[in-house]
């Protein structure tokens, strides 16, 4: 069975939790946003450390607040989807066992002297764990990988985007110092070892 249809038939048995589900799917968008948003903050400050006035500040101390807030806050929503998508699995695993267990009860007694009841339970026991993993991996991580995938990859494919990011450019910034600064010790070590 394809991937997507899977996922498409096991998002449907969500039913009245269907609400929920969309609330999540939004949330681990915008945490799925927050994984671009961060290295921004993050270049800034390096940018302000490195001494280049960005936005008019000379400070770092405004652009390491808004880091660490960033942060937290997104700390706190991913704990949040984690918790909601937890209890919205373990809901609907409960209620399909039941509404499984339901239907096995109406069978005809026909049924249930032709078949074994100890693999109608392995069924519904292993059917459910199943259901209850895919919900449950989809609202916290899975989501949120695809669409930085989705993101993230035309953005690789596509250098100059790269090129305007300012962490890269400060990663390169600071790769070049690094650089300049191993040779000036090279430099400065072979002086000394000249004058022994």
């Known amino acids: 069975m394809p991937i997507l249809r899977l996922y498409t038939r096991v998002l449907e048995l969500l039913g009245k939790e269907a609400r929920l589900g969309w609330l999540l799917a939004v949330a681990n968008l915008l945490l799925a946003a927050s994984q671009f948003a961060e290295p921004v903050l993050f270049g800034r400050i390096v940018d302000v450390l490195s001494g280049k006035t960005v936005a008019g500040s000379s400070s770092a101390w405004p652009f390491l607040i808004a880091w660490v807030a960033f942060g937290l806050f997104t700390i706190l929503c991913s704990a949040l989807v984690a918790l909601q998508a937890d209890r919205l699995s373990h809901r609907q695993r409960q209620a399909v066992l039941t509404d499984y267990f339901e239907h096995i009860l109406q ?18 026991l292993n ?4 259901l209850w993993r895919l919900w449950l991996g989809f609202f916290r991580e899975h989501f949120a990988a695809i669409l930085s995938v989705v993101v993230l990859l035309p953005a690789v494919a596509l250098p100059e985007l790269a090129a305007r990011d300012p962490a890269v450019r400060a990663l390169h910034r600071l790769h070049r110092t ?8 090279l430099r400065h070590a072979d002086g ?5």
Request: aromatic fraction near 2%; charge should be neutral.
């Open 107 to 124: 069978l005809p007694l026909t049924f249930h002297s032709g078949t074994h009841s100890g693999r109608l339970m392995k069924v519904m």
């Open 127 to 130: 059917g459910t764990d199943a």
């Open 178 to 185: 690094d650089d300049l600064r191993g040779a000036q010790d």
């Open 192 to 196: 000394g070892r000249g004058a022994i």
